[in-house]
């Protein structure tokens, strides 16, 4: 059975910074397209970053130049820095299964329907 299981997260003021880590693990995980994912209260889990083996990244306009997602040895990294209030959300990794729509696209997208393997998701807090 596939596990990822995260770490990181917290309360911090606007203008600081926070990292978030991932681990996939058991069962027959393997990849080629890894992912962070966040949903504030009553609204929909929105894909935040994705990035797939060769490093191709994507990402939401709203974090652009200010998240980094990288993927380091099987470890799935999200360097959240010029946090805002508005970022403030559950956060959840995330990896398409082997064969998933990676495998027929050629790209990572951020759309949730398209991965199959979730965290247990972790608080992030941005107050103002």
């Known amino acids: 059975q596939v596990r990822m299981e995260q770490a990181g997260g917290g309360s911090v003021q606007s203008g600081g910074s926070l990292r978030l880590v991932c681990t996939g693990s058991?069962?027959?995980?393997?990849?080629?397209?890894v992912g962070w994912f966040r949903e504030a209260p009553g609204k929909e889990r929105e894909g935040v970053a994705t990035?797939?083996?060769?490093?191709k990244t994507n990402y939401a306009d709203s974090v652009k130049d200010r998240f980094v997602i990288s993927l380091e040895k099987g470890v799935i990294h999200l360097q959240m820095n010029n946090l805002k209030p508005e970022d403030t959300a559950m956060y959840y990794c995330a990896a398409q299964s082997l064969r998933g729509p990676w495998f027929d696209r050629g790209y990572c997208s951020r759309s949730k329907y398209d991965f199959e393997y979730w965290g247990q998701g972790t608080q992030v807090t941005v107050s103002s």
């Open positions: 058991g069962g027959a995980y393997s990849t080629h397209c």
């Open positions: 990035i797939d083996l060769d490093e």
